[in-house]
Structure formats: C-alpha cells, structure tokens
C-alpha cells in the first residue's frame, strides 16, 4: 500500500469555483480611494509624467474623473491642491475659495454618496515646501497646528466628510478634532497618516503635487523607515487624540506594519499605495515587463492580506473596472 500523504492542498486549487470558494482576502472596489489633484482654472488636464494615467485637473476636469471613479463602483476621493500662490504659511490652505474647496462643494453637490477625504498638510501651499511654518531651518510642530486646525475646518465646512492629516506633526489629531468639534463639526472624521515613513517613494508625487521641499528633508518629522516599534506609538497617541481611522504609509515596502498596526487597534486601518509604488508597477508594465492588470491587482491584494481594511491608490479607477469585468 501507498503511503502518500493523506493531505493534497492541491485539491482545492483543481478549478476556479473551488479557488473561489476557498479564497481568503477579496478586493472590494468600495474599499478603494483615488487621489486627486485639483489646481485653479477650467479645462485644465496637465499630466504627471512619472504617474502615467495621472494629471492635475482643474475642478471641472476633476469631476469627470470622480464620476468615473464612482461609476466603478470606488468608495471614495482623496483631495489634494495646487495653489495659484504659494507663501510662508501656506495660507492657500484655509482658502474658502480655492481649488480644494470648490471641488469639495462641487463634489458633494454631484455625486453625494461618494466619500470625500480632504487630505491636510501645508507642503503643497508654503513656498519653501515644508509641511509646517519655518522657525529657522526646522518647522515649528506648536505654531503649525492652529494652520492645520484652520485648514481642516475649511474643508469641513465646505463639507468634507473626513480630514486626513497628513503632515507628522506631534498633537495635530487633537488639535483638529478641537478645532473641528469647536466648529459645529463633531460628525466629520478624521483619518489620521498616523504612520507615514520619510520615504523615497513620495518621489513622483512631489512633482504631482509641487511639493518638494526646496532646502532639507522630512525626516525631522516623518518616522525613520527602520522603525516598526513606533509604528505603534504613532496609532495609539493618534486614536487617544481622536483620530476615527488610522494609515500605514507608503504599503507595499511596510506591510509588515499594516499587519502590526491592524493587530494593534480595532478602528480601521487604511494604507497608502504611494506615487513611486505606483510608477514602478506602470513603467515595469510600459516596458513590458508585467502584466499590468495582474501585477495591480496582486499588489492590491497583497496589502489587503496585510490587514488593510482599505487602500488609497492611484490605481483605483481601473482596478475597480478590472474587479468588475473578472468575477
Ligand atoms: C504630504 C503628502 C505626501 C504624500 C501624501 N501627502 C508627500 C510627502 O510627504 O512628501 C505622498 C503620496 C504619494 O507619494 O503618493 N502632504
């Protein structure tokens, strides 16, 4: 008699319906974020060159795009904004008449069921690029929360249905559920960056964005990418300060640390596939290199399995229609 092991896992791999029915981690379109970059103007489409397939738009050019996005079934909008003028402060932040909030009301008012996150750092408005106010070389963590504070009940106001404070300064969380519960806004959450890397991979993103920081870096404030421990840290001062939802950033490079921090906390956890995690999948894909819907969709997937419950990606779009015409 044959004495071959009695398990086979290869059983359960023998046809699609049983791979279906024995499969742990899905991706849901719902659970899925796409950035967006709105400027001032109209008509305006300028394309990002190292993130094929992204641009920065003005308001109306944005709405075709968060139409698509809804269409395919995406959950939600990430919100970030080019200025006409950029100044010490940043005070293009708090513009109740700029790009971001115009595209809030604009959003809100065409496509009410899709969430709106209005992303809250000063890097893309200050003209040195840093994401707080300048005391010497170093950006002064105390003085900047009142701008971010400022700028989180601007787009709340506008009506933003969640705030994501981005920029790594120590008590921002508090400052804004302050400032936002002060403000008549006690509903509006806040999805904290509570853990975001100084990370090569922001790379493209800067150019995305205009924010490279024109002296310096951001390691005075963005965690050092060997460390796992604060990680944990970072998510319970965020949550002690109110903070609804917690982000891991970039994923794919810390997966290890979505799965901690999903360890750590019930709140949910979202993860941010950034601009250079992106650009490496699309110029891989451009030279032929990948399979473009496959490798996508299995490094979506990865950071699902990680333990995100969602994902914020520049892929959002597609990756919703590809999960709509697969299954
Ligand atoms: C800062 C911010 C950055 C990203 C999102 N918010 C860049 C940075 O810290 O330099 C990066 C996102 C990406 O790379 O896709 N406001």
């Not at 029915?21 to 796409?34: G, K, S």
């Not at 950029?86 to 109740?96: I, L, Q, V």
């Not at 050092?224 to 917690?246: F, I, K, T």
Request: hydrophobic share 45%; with cysteine; net charge neutral.
């Amino acid at each position: 008699m044959t004495r071959f092991p009695r398990s086979r896992p290869r059983r359960l791999r023998r046809t699609e319906a049983l791979r279906r029915l024995v499969r742990e981690t899905r991706l849901d379109a719902a659970q899925l974020v796409l950035p967006l970059f709105v400027r001032p103007g109209s008509r305006v489409r300028q394309p990002v060159e190292a993130m094929p397939g992204v641009a920065q738009t003005s308001v109306d050019e944005m709405l075709r795009d968060a139409e698509a996005a809804a269409r395919a079934g995406v959950g939600g909008v990430l919100l970030f904004g080019i200025p006409a003028r950029k100044d010490p402060t940043g005070s293009g932040a708090w513009d109740e008449k700029g790009p971001v909030a115009s595209a809030v009301r604009a959003l809100k008012r065409d496509l009410p069921d899709l969430v709106v996150i209005g992303d809250v750092c000063l890097c893309e408005y200050t003209d040195h690029g840093q994401c707080g106010v300048l005391e010497g070389e170093s950006v002064a963590n105390d003085e900047t929360l009142p701008l971010l504070a400022k700028m989180a009940l601007m787009q709340a106001s506008a009506g933003a249905d969640v705030v994501a404070p981005s920029d790594m300064m120590d008590g921002r969380v508090g400052a804004i559920r302050q400032a936002l519960d002060a403000g008549g806004h006690a509903a509006t959450a806040i999805l904290s960056y509570a853990v975001k890397y100084a990370s090569a991979f922001y790379g493209p993103f800067r150019e995305a964005a205009e924010s490279a920081p024109k002296v310096g870096d951001r390691r005075g404030y963005q965690m050092d990418p060997a460390n796992a421990r604060e990680a944990l840290r970072e998510v319970q001062l965020d949550l002690a300060e109110g903070a609804d939802m917690v982000m891991v950033k970039p994923a794919g490079p810390y997966l290890d640390i979505v799965a901690a921090v999903k360890r750590a906390t019930n709140q949910p956890v979202a993860a941010y596939q950034v601009s250079g995690e992106y650009a490496m999948i699309r110029a891989a894909v451009e030279r032929g290199w990948l399979d473009s819907e496959r490798a996508m969709l299995e490094s979506l997937l990865g950071i699902r399995r990680a333990g995100a419950d969602l994902i914020v990606t520049y892929f959002a779009t597609e990756a919703a229609n590809a999960l709509k015409s697969g299954d």
